[in-house]
Protein backbone atom coordinates (compact mmCIF):
# COMPACT_ATOMS: atom_id res chain seq x y z
CA UNK A 1 0.00 0.00 0.00
CA UNK A 2 1.39 2.92 -0.98
CA UNK A 3 2.13 5.77 1.64
CA UNK A 4 0.41 8.69 1.49
CA UNK A 5 2.07 11.81 0.66
CA UNK A 6 1.51 15.49 2.34
CA UNK A 7 1.96 18.84 0.36
CA UNK A 8 5.05 18.31 -0.36
CA UNK A 9 4.64 14.73 -2.26
CA UNK A 10 6.93 13.04 0.31
CA UNK A 11 5.91 10.73 1.96
CA UNK A 12 5.01 10.31 5.52
CA UNK A 13 7.05 8.07 8.06
CA UNK A 14 6.95 7.95 11.83
CA UNK A 15 9.31 9.15 14.16
CA UNK A 16 11.45 6.61 16.10
CA UNK A 17 11.14 7.03 19.60
CA UNK A 18 14.15 8.12 21.48
CA UNK A 19 16.53 5.76 23.53
CA UNK A 20 15.92 5.14 27.06
CA UNK A 21 18.71 6.78 28.65
CA UNK A 22 21.34 5.28 31.56
CA UNK A 23 19.58 6.44 34.50
CA UNK A 24 15.75 5.39 33.49
CA UNK A 25 17.36 1.75 32.40
CA UNK A 26 18.64 1.87 36.07
CA UNK A 27 15.75 3.37 37.57
CA UNK A 28 13.72 0.62 35.78
CA UNK A 29 16.06 -2.49 36.94
CA UNK A 30 15.95 -1.57 40.47
CA UNK A 31 11.94 -1.09 40.49
CA UNK A 32 11.88 -4.67 39.12
CA UNK A 33 14.41 -5.60 41.75
CA UNK A 34 12.09 -4.28 44.50
CA UNK A 35 9.06 -5.67 42.86
CA UNK A 36 10.82 -9.45 42.95
CA UNK A 37 12.23 -8.36 46.69
CA UNK A 38 8.59 -7.51 47.95
CA UNK A 39 7.35 -10.60 46.25
CA UNK A 40 10.02 -12.97 48.31
CA UNK A 41 10.52 -10.77 51.41
CA UNK A 42 10.73 -13.23 53.83
CA UNK A 43 13.70 -14.82 51.54
CA UNK A 44 15.52 -11.50 51.02
CA UNK A 45 15.65 -10.77 54.98
CA UNK A 46 16.95 -13.72 55.58
CA UNK A 47 20.13 -13.83 53.22
CA UNK A 48 20.20 -9.94 54.42
CA UNK A 49 20.81 -11.22 58.48
CA UNK A 50 23.32 -14.58 56.94
CA UNK A 51 25.42 -11.86 54.65
CA UNK A 52 25.59 -9.12 57.85
CA UNK A 53 26.77 -12.28 60.58
CA UNK A 54 29.27 -13.56 57.80
CA UNK A 55 30.40 -9.88 57.28
CA UNK A 56 30.07 -8.82 61.18
CA UNK A 57 32.31 -12.42 61.99
CA UNK A 58 35.05 -11.63 59.27
CA UNK A 59 35.49 -7.81 60.25
CA UNK A 60 36.03 -9.31 63.95
CA UNK A 61 38.39 -11.56 63.14
CA UNK A 62 40.18 -8.75 61.08
CA UNK A 63 40.42 -6.43 64.05
CA UNK A 64 41.44 -8.44 66.55
CA UNK A 65 44.32 -9.82 64.27
CA UNK A 66 45.08 -6.36 64.12
CA UNK A 67 45.09 -5.43 67.39
CA UNK A 68 47.56 -8.76 67.90
CA UNK A 69 50.21 -7.33 65.93
CA UNK A 70 49.93 -3.92 67.84
CA UNK A 71 50.16 -5.77 71.15
CA UNK A 72 52.55 -8.17 69.68
CA UNK A 73 54.71 -5.05 68.46
CA UNK A 74 54.72 -3.01 72.13
CA UNK A 75 55.70 -6.39 73.58
CA UNK A 76 58.61 -6.27 71.18
CA UNK A 77 59.41 -3.17 71.60
CA UNK A 78 59.30 -3.34 75.64
CA UNK A 79 61.71 -6.23 75.86
CA UNK A 80 64.31 -4.38 73.63
CA UNK A 81 63.94 -1.31 75.78
CA UNK A 82 64.35 -4.04 79.26
CA UNK A 83 67.72 -5.54 76.94
CA UNK A 84 68.91 -2.07 76.57
CA UNK A 85 68.64 -1.59 80.21
CA UNK A 86 68.94 -4.91 81.81
CA UNK A 87 67.65 -8.34 82.49
CA UNK A 88 65.15 -6.67 85.48
CA UNK A 89 64.38 -3.53 86.89
CA UNK A 90 66.81 -1.79 89.31
CA UNK A 91 65.72 -1.54 93.05
CA UNK A 92 64.37 1.47 93.82
CA UNK A 93 66.61 4.29 95.39
CA UNK A 94 66.31 6.34 98.52
CA UNK A 95 67.64 9.67 99.54
CA UNK A 96 65.80 9.88 102.90
CA UNK A 97 64.13 7.38 105.30
CA UNK A 98 60.73 9.50 104.37
CA UNK A 99 60.67 8.22 100.87
CA UNK A 100 60.80 4.51 101.73
CA UNK A 101 56.78 3.22 101.77
CA UNK A 102 55.45 1.70 104.97
CA UNK A 103 58.29 2.26 106.86
CA UNK A 104 56.84 3.87 109.41
CA UNK A 105 59.61 3.39 111.79
CA UNK A 106 63.75 3.05 111.10
CA UNK A 107 65.44 0.50 113.40
CA UNK A 108 68.11 -1.94 113.50
CA UNK A 109 66.46 -3.87 116.44
CA UNK A 110 63.27 -4.92 117.80
CA UNK A 111 61.49 -2.18 119.85
CA UNK A 112 62.11 -2.44 123.58
CA UNK A 113 64.33 -5.05 123.04
CA UNK A 114 68.46 -4.76 124.10
CA UNK A 115 71.51 -5.76 122.15
CA UNK A 116 73.50 -7.66 124.40
CA UNK A 117 77.15 -7.08 125.09
CA UNK A 118 79.01 -9.81 123.43
CA UNK A 119 82.82 -10.62 124.84
CA UNK A 120 84.84 -13.59 122.92
CA UNK A 121 86.23 -15.92 124.87
CA UNK A 122 90.10 -16.84 123.47
CA UNK A 123 90.07 -18.66 119.70
CA UNK A 124 92.54 -21.92 119.60
CA UNK A 125 95.06 -20.98 116.53
CA UNK A 126 93.83 -23.90 114.92
CA UNK A 127 90.12 -22.80 114.09
CA UNK A 128 91.37 -19.31 112.69
CA UNK A 129 94.48 -20.38 110.55
CA UNK A 130 92.42 -21.55 107.63
CA UNK A 131 90.85 -18.52 106.83
CA UNK A 132 93.62 -15.89 106.77
CA UNK A 133 92.95 -14.84 103.03
CA UNK A 134 95.75 -14.00 100.47
CA UNK A 135 97.22 -10.32 99.49
CA UNK A 136 95.01 -10.14 96.92
CA UNK A 137 91.26 -10.50 98.67
CA UNK A 138 89.33 -7.68 98.50
CA UNK A 139 88.87 -7.04 102.27
CA UNK A 140 92.35 -6.57 102.35
CA UNK A 141 92.74 -4.31 99.13
CA UNK A 142 89.98 -2.08 100.18
CA UNK A 143 91.02 -1.83 103.97
CA UNK A 144 92.31 1.49 104.78
CA UNK A 145 96.26 1.38 105.73
CA UNK A 146 96.58 1.22 109.38
CA UNK A 147 99.39 0.03 111.22
CA UNK A 148 98.03 -1.57 115.00
CA UNK A 149 99.96 -0.59 117.84
CA UNK A 150 101.28 -3.87 119.25
CA UNK A 151 100.75 -3.43 123.40
CA UNK A 152 97.36 -0.52 122.76
CA UNK A 153 93.60 -1.60 122.80
CA UNK A 154 91.88 -1.06 119.47
CA UNK A 155 88.19 -0.16 119.29
CA UNK A 156 86.50 0.08 115.77
CA UNK A 157 83.28 2.07 115.51
CA UNK A 158 80.97 1.19 112.83
CA UNK A 159 78.37 3.44 111.91
CA UNK A 160 75.60 1.35 109.95
CA UNK A 161 72.55 2.53 107.84
CA UNK A 162 74.70 5.22 106.50
CA UNK A 163 73.69 7.14 103.03
CA UNK A 164 70.20 7.19 103.54
CA UNK A 165 69.82 10.34 105.63
CA UNK A 166 71.86 12.02 104.30
CA UNK A 167 72.19 15.00 106.31
CA UNK A 168 73.31 12.67 109.50
CA UNK A 169 75.32 10.44 107.36
CA UNK A 170 77.54 13.48 106.01
CA UNK A 171 77.87 14.24 109.58
CA UNK A 172 78.71 11.16 110.56
CA UNK A 173 82.30 10.73 108.13
CA UNK A 174 83.23 14.28 108.99
CA UNK A 175 83.63 12.64 112.43
CA UNK A 176 87.29 11.64 113.20
CA UNK A 177 88.96 8.66 111.27
CA UNK A 178 89.36 5.91 110.83
CA UNK A 179 85.90 5.06 111.67
CA UNK A 180 83.83 2.10 109.52
CA UNK A 181 81.12 3.31 107.36
CA UNK A 182 78.62 0.67 106.60
CA UNK A 183 76.11 1.84 103.30
CA UNK A 184 72.46 0.60 102.61
CA UNK A 185 72.84 -0.86 98.86
CA UNK A 186 69.32 1.00 98.68
CA UNK A 187 70.57 4.30 99.47
CA UNK A 188 70.42 6.93 96.69
CA UNK A 189 74.15 8.19 94.66
CA UNK A 190 75.76 5.23 96.97
CA UNK A 191 78.61 5.45 94.89
CA UNK A 192 79.51 9.21 95.34
CA UNK A 193 78.09 9.22 98.98
CA UNK A 194 80.51 6.24 99.68
CA UNK A 195 83.54 8.01 97.66
CA UNK A 196 83.41 10.86 100.10
CA UNK A 197 83.44 8.88 103.08
CA UNK A 198 86.42 7.34 101.80
CA UNK A 199 88.20 10.64 101.02
CA UNK A 200 87.66 11.55 104.73
CA UNK A 201 90.00 8.37 105.51
CA UNK A 202 86.87 6.23 106.42
CA UNK A 203 87.26 2.27 105.83
CA UNK A 204 83.58 1.16 103.71
CA UNK A 205 81.69 -1.72 104.37
CA UNK A 206 78.46 -2.87 102.67
CA UNK A 207 74.97 -2.90 105.29
CA UNK A 208 73.17 -6.30 103.41
CA UNK A 209 69.27 -6.36 104.78
CA UNK A 210 68.26 -9.37 106.42
CA UNK A 211 64.71 -10.18 107.62
CA UNK A 212 64.00 -9.78 111.78
CA UNK A 213 62.30 -11.47 113.49
CA UNK A 214 58.82 -8.92 114.80
CA UNK A 215 57.29 -6.80 112.05
CA UNK A 216 60.32 -4.55 111.53
CA UNK A 217 60.92 -3.57 107.44
CA UNK A 218 64.36 -3.74 106.66
CA UNK A 219 63.82 -1.79 103.49
CA UNK A 220 64.07 -2.84 99.88
CA UNK A 221 66.51 -6.11 98.37
CA UNK A 222 66.00 -7.64 102.15
CA UNK A 223 66.69 -11.63 102.70
CA UNK A 224 64.23 -13.80 103.71
CA UNK A 225 63.83 -17.11 105.51
CA UNK A 226 61.14 -18.07 102.68
CA UNK A 227 63.22 -17.33 100.12
CA UNK A 228 64.45 -19.84 97.24
CA UNK A 229 68.18 -19.98 97.41
CA UNK A 230 68.06 -18.49 93.65
CA UNK A 231 66.53 -15.53 94.42
CA UNK A 232 69.01 -15.42 98.16
CA UNK A 233 71.50 -15.10 95.50
CA UNK A 234 70.45 -12.89 93.25
CA UNK A 235 69.46 -10.43 95.87
CA UNK A 236 72.36 -11.02 97.71
CA UNK A 237 74.46 -10.06 94.15
CA UNK A 238 72.61 -7.12 93.39
CA UNK A 239 73.60 -5.54 96.87
CA UNK A 240 77.08 -6.32 96.08
CA UNK A 241 77.05 -4.77 93.03
CA UNK A 242 75.49 -1.34 94.11
CA UNK A 243 78.75 0.00 94.86
CA UNK A 244 82.79 -0.63 95.29
CA UNK A 245 85.84 -0.05 97.30
CA UNK A 246 84.11 -1.75 100.37
CA UNK A 247 85.91 -4.33 102.50
CA UNK A 248 82.91 -6.67 104.09
CA UNK A 249 79.35 -6.91 104.13
CA UNK A 250 77.73 -6.95 107.68
CA UNK A 251 73.88 -7.64 108.14
CA UNK A 252 70.95 -5.15 108.58
CA UNK A 253 68.57 -6.30 111.34
CA UNK A 254 68.71 -10.18 110.07
CA UNK A 255 67.69 -11.67 113.48
CA UNK A 256 65.79 -13.98 111.66
CA UNK A 257 67.87 -14.54 108.71
CA UNK A 258 70.75 -15.04 110.49
CA UNK A 259 69.45 -17.65 112.42
CA UNK A 260 68.57 -19.34 108.97
CA UNK A 261 71.75 -21.48 108.34
CA UNK A 262 71.08 -22.51 104.78
CA UNK A 263 70.75 -19.02 103.74
CA UNK A 264 73.51 -17.70 105.73
CA UNK A 265 76.01 -20.59 104.02
CA UNK A 266 74.40 -19.18 100.43
CA UNK A 267 75.44 -15.37 101.34
CA UNK A 268 78.65 -16.25 102.75
CA UNK A 269 79.74 -18.62 99.59
CA UNK A 270 79.09 -15.02 97.57
CA UNK A 271 81.03 -13.41 99.67
CA UNK A 272 84.28 -15.56 100.11
CA UNK A 273 84.09 -15.58 95.92
CA UNK A 274 84.65 -12.16 96.28
CA UNK A 275 87.13 -12.23 98.91
CA UNK A 276 85.38 -10.01 101.22
CA UNK A 277 85.29 -10.06 105.00
CA UNK A 278 81.82 -10.40 107.21
CA UNK A 279 80.76 -8.90 110.52
CA UNK A 280 78.12 -10.44 112.04
CA UNK A 281 76.39 -7.77 113.58
CA UNK A 282 74.62 -10.14 116.05
CA UNK A 283 71.29 -8.50 116.06
CA UNK A 284 70.43 -12.26 118.27
CA UNK A 285 71.65 -14.33 120.41
CA UNK A 286 70.83 -17.40 118.10
CA UNK A 287 73.03 -16.13 115.02
CA UNK A 288 75.10 -18.92 112.60
CA UNK A 289 76.68 -15.90 110.74
CA UNK A 290 80.14 -16.31 112.68
CA UNK A 291 80.30 -19.69 112.94
CA UNK A 292 79.24 -20.43 109.35
CA UNK A 293 81.90 -18.05 107.93
CA UNK A 294 84.66 -20.12 109.82
CA UNK A 295 83.19 -23.31 108.32
CA UNK A 296 83.60 -21.48 104.84
CA UNK A 297 86.53 -20.00 105.17
CA UNK A 298 85.44 -16.31 105.09
CA UNK A 299 87.57 -14.03 107.53
CA UNK A 300 84.48 -12.85 110.20
CA UNK A 301 84.36 -11.42 113.73
CA UNK A 302 81.61 -10.51 115.54
CA UNK A 303 79.75 -7.13 116.86
CA UNK A 304 80.64 -7.11 120.71
CA UNK A 305 78.65 -3.69 121.87
CA UNK A 306 75.44 -2.18 120.35
CA UNK A 307 76.06 1.67 121.46
CA UNK A 308 72.55 3.17 120.65
CA UNK A 309 69.74 0.32 121.38
CA UNK A 310 68.65 3.25 123.41
CA UNK A 311 69.17 6.33 121.14
CA UNK A 312 69.15 8.97 124.33
CA UNK A 313 72.48 10.45 125.02
CA UNK A 314 73.36 9.55 128.37
CA UNK A 315 72.78 5.81 127.39
CA UNK A 316 75.45 6.28 124.28
CA UNK A 317 77.88 7.49 126.43
CA UNK A 318 77.37 4.28 129.18
CA UNK A 319 78.01 2.31 126.16
CA UNK A 320 81.72 3.74 124.67
CA UNK A 321 82.39 3.32 128.71
CA UNK A 322 81.53 -0.49 128.52
CA UNK A 323 83.57 -0.43 124.82
CA UNK A 324 86.45 1.02 126.40
CA UNK A 325 85.89 -1.61 129.72
CA UNK A 326 86.10 -4.43 127.04
CA UNK A 327 88.55 -3.45 124.31
CA UNK A 328 90.94 -3.41 127.84
CA UNK A 329 90.44 -7.21 128.45
CA UNK A 330 89.99 -8.18 125.39
CA UNK A 331 92.70 -6.33 123.12
CA UNK A 332 89.86 -5.55 120.42
CA UNK A 333 86.32 -4.63 120.80
CA UNK A 334 84.06 -4.19 118.00
CA UNK A 335 81.10 -1.28 118.54
CA UNK A 336 78.60 -0.55 116.12
CA UNK A 337 75.97 2.90 116.24
CA UNK A 338 73.84 4.93 113.86
CA UNK A 339 73.63 8.04 112.15
CA UNK A 340 71.14 9.16 115.10
CA UNK A 341 71.39 13.05 116.41
CA UNK A 342 72.67 11.63 120.45
CA UNK A 343 74.42 8.93 119.17
CA UNK A 344 76.87 11.65 116.84
CA UNK A 345 77.41 14.23 119.52
CA UNK A 346 77.97 11.38 122.02
CA UNK A 347 81.30 10.41 119.74
CA UNK A 348 82.06 13.68 118.60
CA UNK A 349 82.75 14.53 122.63
CA UNK A 350 84.56 11.24 122.74
CA UNK A 351 86.27 10.65 119.84
CA UNK A 352 89.26 13.82 120.76
CA UNK A 353 89.87 12.14 124.41
CA UNK A 354 90.33 8.32 123.41
CA UNK A 355 94.56 8.53 122.48
CA UNK A 356 95.15 9.91 125.61
CA UNK A 357 93.16 7.47 127.23
CA UNK A 358 95.71 4.84 125.90
CA UNK A 359 93.54 3.25 122.80
CA UNK A 360 93.42 3.01 119.18
CA UNK A 361 90.99 3.73 117.14
CA UNK A 362 91.24 1.93 114.48
CA UNK A 363 89.40 0.52 111.03
CA UNK A 364 87.10 -3.10 111.23
CA UNK A 365 89.81 -4.93 109.13
CA UNK A 366 92.60 -3.84 111.72
CA UNK A 367 90.42 -5.30 114.48
CA UNK A 368 89.76 -8.18 112.02
CA UNK A 369 93.64 -9.18 111.78
CA UNK A 370 94.50 -8.75 115.34
CA UNK A 371 91.31 -11.05 116.59
CA UNK A 372 92.09 -13.49 114.24
CA UNK A 373 96.16 -13.27 115.33
CA UNK A 374 96.95 -11.90 111.07
CA UNK A 375 99.34 -9.38 112.58
Given at each position: ?151 KPLIAI ?77 RTTAAL ?49 DQVALE ?80
Amino acid sequence: MASKKNRTGKANRKSPKPAASVRERVGAGFGRLVERAGRHRWAVIGAGVILLFGASLAGGYWLAGRLDLVDLDKQAREALDDMRRGTSEPEPKYASIDQIPGLSRYMEIEPGKRQHTHEEKPRPRTQVAAVAAGAQAAWQKNAVPFNAPANKPLIAIVIDDVGLDRPRSRRAWELQAPLTMSFLPYARDLAAQAKAARARGHELMLHLPMEPNGRNDPGPGALFVSMTDNDIRQRTTAALDSFEGYAGVNNHMGSRFTSFKPGMETVLRLLKARGLMFLDSRTTVNTVGDQVALEQGVPSMPRNVFLDDDESLDAVRRRLTESEAIARRQGYVVAIGHPHDATLQARAEWLPGLAAKGFVLAPATAVLRKRNGWD
